[in-house]
């Protein structure tokens, strides 16, 4: 694996998995005021259409990390919308 | 353009103008607890190797899409060190 591959993957795995402490940290204290709803709204259709585009031509990486990432923005979106 | 490149540039649009709000919302409230910290680091830093990556592969959109959400993901990761 090339230099550059490396940081696309290293790029890919800190984008996907930053989300996860704000949804540990959503999910613990139940609130959300400061998160912007229309930011997690458009994200989440944004992500989900990178996976489509991922579907689309075939690159599994692109279809992994917008999938966990689509996961964990929606869990985000879910728990604002519930707590406000 | 085919369909595949449109379906790629609008996710780009929408993932890349998703974190305006969250700027805005931030920037006029002041008001950022409810954000996480490590989000917003793991975060500046990912999109930063997407840049980098980017500019090694010599892709423009990857460039361009990179280096506007680097801006708004610093800004709002500034203010919550600002304003906790």
Do not use: E
Not at 41 to 64: E, M
Request: net charge positive; charged share 10%; with cysteine.
């Amino acid at each position: 694996m090339d230099l550059i591959t490396v940081v696309g993957l290293i790029a890919a795995i800190c984008t996907t998995t930053s989300f996860l402490p704000q949804v540990i940290q959503s999910w613990r204290t139940r609130s959300t005021k400061d998160i912007s709803l229309p930011m997690y709204a458009v994200l989440v259709v944004g992500v989900f259409l990178w996976l489509v585009y991922g579907v689309l031509i075939n690159k599994l990486p692109i279809i992994l990390a917008n999938g966990i990432t689509l996961a964990l923005a929606l869990s985000i979106l879910f728990i604002k919308i519930k707590c406000g």
